[in-house]
């Protein structure tokens, strides 16, 4: 299948600075991307579709101007946590869809550590 | 989105087919059915999709019932690997369209 990657894997962070996440679609192109969060022992939680060269759609309840999310290009995306808090820390998990195929295909996932 | 409904976990002993249900009997004519798993701090992988035919593949079969109104994801020999959470999701196929998550089943196989 197709493959999407993430970076960085794992960051740790101190409370109030930023962390920007990027997805990759290695193989094909993706005009959208969605970002995903999963705490301990829950299922993963649709954050927003990043839209390529225009704005995210985001989830309800999720803060936009928190969760920055740019998809400047066809197979990159970012997300970036602003003024992160030790609640944000969780594992953020990108997904692409593409290249003719109907389903998604996810990154491996980052997890995210504020101090 | 139709919901999707699993049992919450499930044991499978090594070597012998896993069997996972999923009931989904909102589903409209055009939302397939989809399985992924997750091992643990992994991201999800694909493993199967289809809308009313039987599907198979390297990994899995998927059976759905002639109603659509739920369907069962086959491991024909599960191993000790594929010991993961697995997720069934039904959505419009569009690379546009989201998925959902429900919370799926927890499959453990036991040596």
Same mark, same amino acid.
């Given at each position: 299948?197709?493959?999407?990657? =993430?970076?960085?894997?794992?960051?740790?962070?101190?409370?109030?600075?930023?962390?920007?996440?990027?997805?990759?679609?290695?193989?094909? =192109?993706?005009?959208?991307?969605?970002?995903?969060? !999963?705490?301990?022992? !829950?299922?993963?939680?649709?954050?927003?579709?990043?839209?390529? &060269?225009?704005?995210?759609?985001?989830? !309800?309840?999720?803060?936009?101007?928190?969760?920055?999310?740019?998809?400047?290009?066809?197979?990159?995306?970012?997300?970036?946590?602003?003024?992160?808090?030790?609640?944000?820390?969780?594992?953020?998990?990108?997904?692409?869809?593409?290249? &003719?195929?109907?389903? =998604?295909?996810?990154?491996?996932?980052?997890?995210?550590?504020?101090? | 989105?139709?919901?999707?409904?699993? %049992? %919450?976990?499930?044991?499978?002993?090594? #070597?012998?087919?896993?069997?996972? %249900?999923?009931? +989904?009997?909102? /589903?409209?004519?055009?939302?397939?059915?989809?399985?992924?798993?997750? $091992? +643990?701090?992994? #991201? *999800?992988?694909? $493993?199967?999709?289809?809308?009313?035919?039987?599907?198979?593949?390297?990994?899995?079969?998927? /059976?759905?019932?002639?109603?659509?109104?739920?369907?069962?994801? $086959?491991? %024909?020999?599960?191993?000790?690997?594929?010991?993961?959470?697995?997720?069934? /999701?039904?959505?419009?196929?569009?690379? #546009?369209?989201?998925?959902?998550?429900?919370?799926?089943?927890?499959?453990?196989? $036991? *040596?």
């Amino acid at each position: 299948g197709a493959v999407v990657s =993430q970076h960085p894997s794992r960051v740790i962070c101190k409370s109030g600075t930023s962390v920007k996440i990027e997805c990759r679609s290695l193989d094909f =192109q993706a005009t959208t991307m969605f970002w995903y969060r !999963q705490f301990p022992k !829950q299922s993963l939680m649709l954050m927003a579709t990043s839209n390529e &060269g225009s704005k995210a759609t985001y989830e !309800q309840g999720v803060e936009k101007d928190k969760f920055l999310i740019n998809h400047a290009s066809l197979t990159l995306s970012t997300l970036t946590v602003t003024s992160a808090h030790p609640e944000d820390s969780s594992f953020y998990i990108c997904s692409a869809g593409g290249g &003719g195929a109907d389903t =998604q295909y996810f990154g491996p996932g980052t997890r995210l550590t504020v101090l | 989105d139709a919901k999707t409904t699993q %049992p %919450p976990s499930m044991d499978c002993a090594e #070597g012998r087919a896993a069997n996972l %249900p999923c009931n +989904h009997s909102t /589903i409209s004519g055009n939302e397939y059915v989809y399985w992924y798993r997750q $091992i +643990h701090s992994q #991201g *999800p992988q694909y $493993i199967i999709h289809g809308l009313k035919n039987n599907e198979t593949n390297e990994m899995a079969s998927l /059976i759905i019932t002639e109603d659509r109104k739920s369907s069962t994801l $086959i491991l %024909p020999h599960a191993t000790l690997r594929d010991t993961a959470v697995y997720y069934c /999701i039904v959505r419009v196929a569009n690379t #546009g369209n989201q998925f959902y998550f429900g919370t799926g089943t927890s499959l453990t196989v $036991i *040596p």
